[in-house]
Structures are given as C-alpha cells and as structure tokens.
C-alpha cells in the first residue's frame, strides 16, 4: 500500500533523541525545547514561539491567551479540520461559519463582513492542505472592525503568502506537528505570538499557571500543555531538514500538476504571490461520485487517499442550518493523494498511471449508480 504519508525521519532525529534519553532530559525540561522554539521563530519570521504538545490544544491557548471566552463570536471557515472548531467551543465561544473560495479553497473573504456582529471578537483564517489565505483581504476586515486575528497554521508549515511565512500576519498562529503535518514531533504544536505580553501569558498558561518568583503559586485556572525535550528533539532535527522535506514535497507536486493537465481533474495549484507547501498535494474532480469512484480505483491498486474534510456546518456537535456551496461542493469532490516527501518516483508514477487509467476506462453511466451512495451530507 502506497500511504498518503509518511514522515521524513533521519539519522539527526536519532541522535537527538538517543542525547534525551542518554542524559536523562525526557520530560519539558531540557535544551531541545529553548532551541527548538528558537529555531522555530527564525524559521517562520514569526516574534515569539513556545511549544506545546499538540496543535489542538495550540489553538486552546490561543484563545485564552487572546482572552476570548463565552458569548464571543469567532469567524471561522466551515470547511477545515475539526480541530478549528472545536478549540472555539472549548472556550464557550461561537463559531460562525464562512464559505470557501472555489480556486484556492481558502476562506473567503468577501463573506466575512455579513457575518460581524457586536459579539464578534476574531477571524480564525486556516490556511488548509499548504495554501494561505488571502491575507490582505482578511487583515483589510479584521483591522476595519478592530477584530483580532488568529492563524491555524497546522497544515501551513513551509507556506508564503506574498513572500511572508503563514503566522506572521495575524496576533497570533498556531501550528501541528503531528506524524503527518510537514514536520512532526510525533504529537506537538506551536504557539506563536507577536506581542510579548501575549507570549508570557501563554508560557504561564501551558504551566499550570505557575507563578514565576514563588513555588507552588498558582493564581489562574491553567493547564499542563507542554511538550516534552524528546519532541523537541525531534522538531529540532526536523526544522533543520525543512528545506530538503518542503523540496521533496514540491517536486511531487509538480510532477503530479503535470500528469492531469489532459484529464478531468483539477490539481490544487499554486498562484502568483503564494507560495504552497503542497502538506497534502489534492485534486478535485467534477463529483461526488467520481471521486468515489476513483477512491475504489485507487484503493483496488493498493493507493490510499482522503477525502476533503466534512464541513463543520454538517457536523452533528457543530452544525448549523446553513448552505455553503463551495465547502459542500469542495467536501464532496476533493481527493488527497499521497504526499510523503520520501516518495519514489515508481510511486509516484504508479499513482499517476493508476488515475489516468480510472479516467481512461471511466463510463459515465456506471458512474450514475453511485451517485450519492455515501453522501447523506449532500443536500
Ligand atoms: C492537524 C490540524 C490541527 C490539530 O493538530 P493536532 O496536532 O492534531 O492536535 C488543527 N487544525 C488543522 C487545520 C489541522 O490540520
């Protein structure tokens, strides 16, 4: 089975880790964790980093750290990873839903302004699968209406928008390094910050809230978000192959823009002024029932995929009354192929021949018969 990913693990990794275990620095204390979050920070642009044990609880912090709590409103796209929205209803807030723009699948913008009410406190943008937002547009709003603006960058490692690395724009970004985000500590996060004071409150929150200059001190409900040295070690090792990982992952993606120039699928490209990390290199075809098709197809010659995430507004816990268009349609038709930056060229070429040969054989009547076999969530 050709995965969808895989992560990147070298020789430095190792000896990283293998320094952890040897001295003894396994838990949050230890030199991995200063020089990871240093190094994270010089990387990005961003002014201030400090690590976290997954990008979830990431986003939780940055939250609070903004001060946002109950009966305050978020604008936040429909279609992203549940996380996003969930990290908003932890803190008692509301979500309110934007659809997506049909050619970057990013948030778009010229929705937001319908959706801002006296409650209305930020804009979460997500720049998803390895786009960014546009950026302009959504800081243009959120500096108009005094909103704050929180970027989940989970999927954005390695992602420029106007030559500017994604998390550099907003009051503060959060970022994921799970096994399969474009580096990975195994689980781990970041939350960067631009101000200082947001960044010293957010150290204490990760800490139990402990006082600075008196033992036992805690003056503030907090919590035990740290990461550990060993992830550190890890991410360390990981941010110092980020170049060759984001490489390899960009030369798959050109081939792959390549090879559906002459077929019915449309490749999730990059643009003027952008550019893209391809975390995940998507294509989208014309339905619901292609897409499925060509899962099976797919899967059959043992090549794993994923769908495009399920827009939060059909949800159960998430849900609203709403439509949104371009998210149900981008739900709906989106295909993840593998992505791993270690790939193969036979891989990669066994993948590409196995989707030109689905569009080869594809019989539209066949396809009929399918049509909408799994998707009771399309209305
Ligand atoms: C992966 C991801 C997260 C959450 O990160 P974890 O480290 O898995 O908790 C949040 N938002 C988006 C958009 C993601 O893709």
Redesign the pocket.
């Known amino acids: 089975m050709i995965p969808v990913y895989k992560p990147a693990i070298g020789t430095k990794e190792k000896k990283y880790v293998n320094e952890c275990l040897d001295e003894g620095w396994i838990s949050s204390r230890g030199k991995f964790i200063e020089q990871f979050e240093q190094s994270f920070s010089a990387f990005t642009g961003v002014n201030y980093s400090t690590s976290v044990c ?3 609880v990431a ?1 939780h912090l940055a939250l609070i750290g903004l001060g946002i709590g109950v009966e305050d409103e978020i604008i936040v796209p429909t279609f ?2 549940i ?2 929205i969930n990290s908003i209803m932890q803190v008692g807030a509301k979500p309110v839903y934007v659809d997506s723009l049909h050619d970057t699948w990013q948030m778009d913008p010229s929705a937001i302004a319908s959706k801002i009410s006296a409650k209305t406190k930020a804009i979460m943008v ?1 720049h998803l699968y390895g786009y960014p937002c546009d950026m302009d547009a959504i800081t243009k709003i959120a500096n108009q209406h005094g909103l704050l603006i929180i970027e ?1 960058c ?2 954005s490692f390695g992602t420029y928008y106007k030559k500017q690395h994604t998390g550099t724009f907003g009051d503060i970004a959060t970022f ?1 390094f ?1 096994g399969n ?1 474009t580096i990975t500590t195994g ?1 781990g ?1 970041m939350v960067c910050c631009k101000s200082a004071d947001v960044y010293k409150n957010i150290c204490k929150l990760k800490n139990q809230g402990v006082s600075k200059d008196r033992e036992y001190w805690h003056d503030t409900l907090a919590y035990n978000y740290r990461m550990t040295n060993i992830c550190a070690a890890i991410g360390l090792a990981q941010l110092e192959s980020a170049a060759e990982i984001i490489k390899n992952k960009r030369i798959i993606a050109l081939a792959y823009s390549q090879a559906f120039k002459d077929i019915p699928v449309v490749f999730h490209a990059e643009s003027d002024d952008v550019v893209h990390s391809f975390w995940m290199c998507s294509i989208a075809v014309e339905s619901e029932s292609i897409r499925n098709e060509l899962r099976s197809f797919l899967k059959a010659a043992e090549i794993e995929t994923r769908p495009g995430f399920v827009p939060a507004h059909l949800l159960p816990h998430t849900m609203t009354q709403e439509t949104f268009p371009v998210a149900e349609k981008l739900s709906a038709t989106v295909i993840n192929l593998p992505s791993w930056p270690d790939m193969s060229n036979i891989d990669m070429n066994r993948i590409i021949s196995t989707i030109k040969k689905f569009f080869a054989t594809y019989n539209k009547d066949n396809m009929l018969s399918t049509e909408h076999a799994d998707g009771s969530y399309i209305r």
Request: charge should be negative; avoid cysteine; aromatic fraction near 12%.
């Open positions: 997954n990008g979830t986003l992203t990873y996380a996003s997500v989940d989970a999927e994921s799970f985000k689980e996060g």
